[in-house]
């Protein structure tokens, strides 16, 4: 709970990525940009629910595989939900699920050496103007 006078801090951010690893380089991205207050991570589909179920997130960045769940279909659940963007990222992407995903507005994300610096610059400039839309935010890959 915040301090009198002190505004709470805003978890508008929304990682799902159930690699240890991963999140914690994520969250070094998030940092350096001066964004790793907004972003609250899940490591799993139960605690992404929880999450949005809690109000104001934003945007959501999810890893395909998370275990036995899929974050792909966490992603499709919340078409209409009140997201700004949503992203979904693998190490290898097969094509008819980067389709499938572009096809409901979902941006797609091939994991490389700067994925960690990548997402959350993306993530940056959606935030600084969100009528660029998901798929311009964060660049499909090349």
């Known amino acids: 709970m915040p301090h009198p006078g002190q505004t709470p801090r805003i978890r508008d951010i929304l990682v799902v990525e159930d ?9 070094l991205g998030f940092k350096t940009l001066g964004l790793d207050d907004r972003v609250e991570y899940a490591a799993d ?3 992404a629910w929880r999450a949005i179920d809690g109000g104001g997130v934003r945007v959501v960045l999810s890893d395909l595989c998370l275990g036995f ?4 279909d966490l992603l499709l659940a919340l078409e209409g939900r009140g997201v700004v963007a949503r992203a979904l990222y693998s ?3 097969p094509e008819d699920l ?9 941006s797609v994300l091939v994991k490389g050496v700067r994925f960690h610096r990548e997402v959350p610059e993306a993530v940056a400039r959606l935030l600084s ?3 660029q ?3 311009s935010a964060v660049p499909a890959p090349g």
């Open 19 to 27: 690699d240890p690893d991963q999140r914690d380089l994520l969250r």
């Open 45 to 47: 589909c139960a605690e």
């Open 69 to 72: 769940e899929s974050g792909l």
């Open 91 to 93: 190490a290898a992407m």
């Open 98 to 106: 980067a389709f499938l995903a572009r096809e409901h507005g979902i």
């Open 129 to 131: 103007d969100p009528s």
């Open 133 to 135: 839309g998901a798929e």
